[in-house]
């Protein structure tokens, strides 16, 4: 038996990285997957994969910052499995320059930049709990995890000021989502990653110097696989954390910890 079982689960940025990892955790826990992503041929052929391995899963295009393809992704996931129960808000960008590892002093970062990481990060939660939000009580209930981000909670672990304003803004969004809609039945909880192997992170640890120093601040002394977050993403969707609402949960190898 599943953890999932029968619920339908909606996640956005699921075509690589951690995404396409709890993609493929959820519909292995028994959910029927929605998921989206603007990287298409990528995104079509995670579905592929997994539903040759017989798993229930199905791609939309999803631009995180469209309010009408949050629309479409949300009906689909009614339209085809009858409900929504989960929404899980994963999509994310980093924009450091030239793509680099290194910090950005504020005074070089750019207003497009600045937008662009708000409108993916911080909007496109946004526009991604508010159009389920109607699904999910038409369901009964059920529950959003926002993937915020270890440096959503210190100002430390970031290359970007635009990224850390950007990830301390879905902390906040969720716990008053949490709050004002805890009486539907919906539970809204944020989960903070540290340092973990994803295509995103890989300027940064490309670079052997800006790796060491990254790496010797982790007390478990490496980055997590994308399935060790996707675990707590799976928990926090699921009945398990029935009581669990409005709550950070930090998967970071003791970074905060110090």
Excluded at 64 to 78: F, G, H, I, N, R
Excluded at 113 to 119: E, G, K, L, N, T
Excluded at 214 to 228: K, T
Aim: proline share 3%; aromatic share 6%; hydrophobic share 45%.
């Amino acid at each position: 038996m599943g953890r999932v079982d029968g619920k339908v689960v909606l996640i956005s940025g699921g075509a690589r990285g951690m995404g396409a990892e709890e993609v493929g955790l959820f519909a292995r826990e028994g959910a029927q997957v929605v998921f989206g992503d603007v990287r298409d041929d990528l995104g079509r052929q995670v579905a592929a994969d997994y539903q040759a391995a017989g798993l229930d899963c199905t791609y939309a295009h999803l631009d995180v910052t469209s309010e009408a393809d949050w629309q479409a992704v949300v009906a689909l996931a009614e339209e085809r499995y009858g409900k929504l129960d989960a929404l899980v808000n994963n999509a994310g960008i980093s924009i450091s320059a030239g793509g680099g590892a290194r910090h950005i002093p504020l005074e070089d970062t750019g207003a497009a930049d600045w937008d662009r990481v708000m409108d993916v990060n911080a909007k496109g939660v946004f526009l991604g709990t508010k159009t389920a939000i109607p699904a999910l009580r038409r369901a009964g209930g059920g529950s959003i995890v926002n993937i915020s981000s270890i440096a959503g909670l210190s100002g430390a672990w970031s290359r970007s000021h635009p990224y850390n304003a950007s990830k301390g803004a879905v902390r906040l969004f969720t716990k008053a989502t949490a709050i004002q809609y805890a009486r539907a039945g919906i539970r809204c909880n944020s989960v903070h990653p540290g340092p973990i192997i994803t295509p995103m992170s890989a300027a940064t640890y490309d670079d052997p110097e800006v790796a060491a120093q990254r790496l010797a601040l982790v007390p478990l002394g490496r980055r997590a696989h994308p399935i060790e977050v996707a675990y707590g993403v799976l928990y926090l969707a699921s009945d398990e954390a029935s009581f669990v609402t409005g709550a950070e949960l930090v998967i970071d190898g003791g970074c905060l910890a110090q």
